[in-house]
Every structure is written in C-alpha cells, then in structure tokens.
C-alpha cells in the first residue's frame, strides 16, 4: 500500500514496498544492482489525498535506487548459475486523474537492462508496462501497481538470448545511467523521413509505422478562441473501414497524413476526441494539449467561488488556487509505453538549452508582407522569398508563432532543441497556415531561398 508520511509541510507521499512480492517462475538471472536512469531524476508522480484534494508528490523515502535494490535482492536472491544483471530504471512513474466521483490511477515503468561481465556491462534488452486503472480513492493501489509493472517487466527476459547480448559493446557503470539502447532497436517511426498515412489502432503499429491505409479518414477543423488557444486549429475525425462501417474515434490510437502524425486525446472543457499534431524530439514526441484538471481551483469552484484565469472573485478564501485547467501546455509522448506526461516532467531541473526556429515563406502568391508574430508581439514582416530566424532559450516550453495579428492563425509547438525547426508558411491551406516541415526539406527549401541572393 501507498504509506502516506506528510512533511512538514505535508506536500510528500513516500512509497512502501515492504508487503510487495516479485516472482519470476524459470528465471535465469538476479537484478544484483538497480540505476536511476531517468533524465533529470523527476519525482514520481503526485496524488490527491483528503477532503480537498490537496496534491502530494510521490518519492522514495531512502531513494529509488536502495530501495529497488533491496526488494529485488530480497525477492528474486541470487543462485549460483543466475546471470547479474542491472536494471536502469529509464520510467518510473504514477499518476491519478480525477473523472467526477472516481479516480483513474496509472503507472508506467520501463528499464534497459544490463549484464555484468568480466569486461563491463552489455545492453540486454529494453522492458516496458502501463496499467491503469478506475478506483474510488486510487493513491492505495499505486504501490501494487508499480510491483505489478516490475514483475511483468522482468518476465519479459524469459526469452533473451544472453550470449548475443555478450557481442554488444561493454559499458562502465558509470555510463549506464545516460547509455542508450543500440541504433538497431529504435522504432521504425522515428527512423523514416516521412511517415506512412493511415490510421493506427494501437500505439505498436505507431511505432512499427504500419497504420492501416483502408480506412476512410474525414478531418473536422475546429478553430479555438477560447484563453491560451486563440488562433490555434484542431481536428475532429470520422472515420470508416473498407466496407463503409463507421469506426468508433475510441478504437483509433492515432494517424499519419503521410507527411505528419496526429495522436489522440480528449479536450476536457468539450469532452471530445481530438487530434493534436506530435512535433519530434532528438528519441521521443512532444504535442501541446490541455492542461489537467486543477483539482484545487475545480474544488474551490464547487464550494462556491468564482474562479478564473487571472483571479478569483466570490468569497473570499485562503490559498486560493487559478484556474488553468485547459490552458496549453506541453506534452510528451513515452516511446516505451505509449503514455503521455507533462514536458518536462513535474520536478525536473529546468535545462538551458535553445532551439533555432526558421520561419520562411516560399516564392510565389502575393507580394504583399505578412507580419510574425512570436508570444502575440510582432518579431517580423515576410514576403515571398524571405525567411526569420528566431531564438527560444526555454526548454521545453511551448512557442506561440502567430499570423497578421495577435488571435491570428496560430502555432503551439514544442521546439526540437536537437535540431533546427523548419515552419513554412502555406497559403490557402484549409488547416493552418503554419506547416511544420521535417528538418532535411526545411533546410533545402531555405538554402534555395539564399542562393538567388548570394554574389
């Protein structure tokens, strides 16, 4: 069970896996050391506790690593022909989301695991689950969740070939921590220039890159002008298999227009599916989507105040909490469990870190200049031809690029700060105007820009 131990200040919730049991049937190995390798080391989720629901944040009272290494000692004791391994802890996370009276509770784990041989560490293979799960009052189940998740994670060694695994390249244990699974297992879908169109159904024929190319897609634009997503486009979709049946949005996980990926989410405020464009990181995906329900501005509404961006007004209250439910904000998808978080996630050192955006438009159409608009303040004007460029030093946060005027045409993305960003601008497209182009195209496409001007 989740032992709830408040701090001074009572925001803390420390995780107990003192009643929890591993078991591995047929196992040929022992977990003999487990790594933090999560970027940052974040904290590992927050809860919700009491009448309020006062948000806590979730840790490990003596640290992940001591106490991991402990229950997996304990639980799965080394034997003589067993092969030492280290488990790198790359996701370990829970999380609780509140749907009216219920709550839904989820974690997610994944590791890469390692071999300890004579000349260092060999890469094994990389594991990965998520359950989920709807409870009345979720904290108590997280704990059995994640031992749940561990489990399954380390059954899904029962079949690896461990003398290969000997011809991979030898790590130090230093290096684990920031070491990366080989070039050869990363999914197709961020290896291809240009994704397949189609509809993917689960979040493994996403990474395979093979949607289903039968069925039918019809988009619905919705334009937003609602706080935070003025100017901005979504889309709604209909869809239908090969024999003409409608194919419920639930069923879909995802799809590709060929040229960009879309995933699936609900828009709170609206409870619809939408469709919100992923833009790619270095290994992963970000998109921007609506902010988690705040539990403390939701509760305080429900008793009676009046609350909003900006402020609050009705009665007075202590700690009172703004609204930002809905607002945009940044996302990331996990490619080891299809689960999406906030970027970067709660309790991670900020990085400093920039992304160079290119903006340009193409020759043709209307000589007549367009005015840029980065964070609503004008950074620009554009003809036919010309391009910007634009600096943006926060990492991880969400750029705004927008069109003529502030409500404009807009643009919320995520930067790659791993490589340039490349946004044309399209005429007469009957989603956006902003079309975010994969960096080899944008590149070529500005390069032709320049050479007419240069001596």
């Keep these: 069970m989740l032992m709830g131990m408040p701090s001074a200040q009572g925001q803390a919730y420390y995780l107990n896996f003192s009643k929890q049991t591993i078991s591995v049937p047929n196992r040929t190995f022992y977990v003999e050391q487990v790594v933090d390798g999560r970027p940052g080391k974040p904290v590992t989720g927050t809860v919700y506790r009491g009448l309020q629901n006062q948000p806590a944040v979730v840790f490990f009272r003596q640290g992940l690593e001591p106490e991991l290494t402990s229950l997996l000692r304990q639980q ?259 490619m080891r469990t299809g689960q999406t978080a906030l970027f970067p996630p709660p309790g991670q050192p900020q990085r400093a870190d920039s992304a160079f955006i290119y903006v340009y438009r193409p020759l043709g159409g209307l000589e007549e200049p367009q005015r840029i608009l980065l964070a609503d303040k004008e950074i620009g004007q554009l003809k036919p031809g010309q391009y910007v460029e634009l600096a943006c030093p926060h990492y991880g946060s969400p750029v705004r690029l927008s069109l003529g005027k502030v409500g404009g045409p807009t643009l919320l993305a995520v930067p790659n700060v791993a490589t340039a960003n490349y946004v044309k601008l399209v005429a007469n497209s009957a989603l956006s105007p902003w079309q975010l182009m994969p960096a080899r195209q944008g590149e070529a496409e500005v390069d032709a820009l320049e050479r007419p001007r240069k001596p």
Excluded at 111 to 116: G, H, K, N, S, T
Excluded at 304 to 328: I, L, S
Aim: aromatic share 10%; with cysteine.
């Design 76 to 334: 799965l004791p080394s034997r003589p022909a067993d092969h030492p391994v280290v488990l790198c802890i790359r996701q370990f996370r829970v999380g609780e989301v509140l749907n009216g009276f219920t709550e839904q509770a989820s974690a997610d784990v994944a590791a890469d695991v390692y071999i300890r041989l004579t000349d260092g560490y060999h890469f094994v293979s990389s594991v990965a689950d998520h359950t989920s799960t709807r409870a009345l009052e979720s904290t108590a189940i997280h704990v059995p969740h994640l031992a749940l998740l561990l489990n399954r994670c380390l059954m899904q060694l029962a079949n690896v070939n461990w003398e290969k695994a000997a011809e991979r390249p030898a790590r130090t244990y230093a290096q684990l921590a920031t070491d990366r699974p080989p070039a050869a297992l990363r999914p197709a879908i961020l290896s291809v220039a240009q994704p397949r169109a189609g509809v993917y159904y689960f979040f493994e024929s996403f990474l395979a890159n093979r949607p289903d190319t039968t069925v039918r897609l019809r988009l619905d634009t919705l334009r937003l002008q609602s706080v935070g997503w003025e100017g901005t486009a979504l889309l709604r979709a209909s869809a239908h298999d090969a024999d003409g049946e409608r194919v419920s949005t639930r069923d879909i996980w995802g799809f590709s227009d060929g040229r960009h990926l879309y995933l699936r989410q609900k828009y709170p405020s609206r409870g619809q599916n939408m469709y919100y464009q992923l833009v790619p990181q270095r290994d992963f995906y970000t998109f921007i989507g609506p902010a988690p329900l705040n539990v403390m501005a939701a509760n305080q509404r429900a008793l009676g105040y009046n609350v909003k961006p900006g402020g609050m007004t009705g009665k007075p209250a202590p700690n009172r909490q703004e609204d930002d439910t809905g607002q945009p904000v940044a996302y990331a998808l996990d």
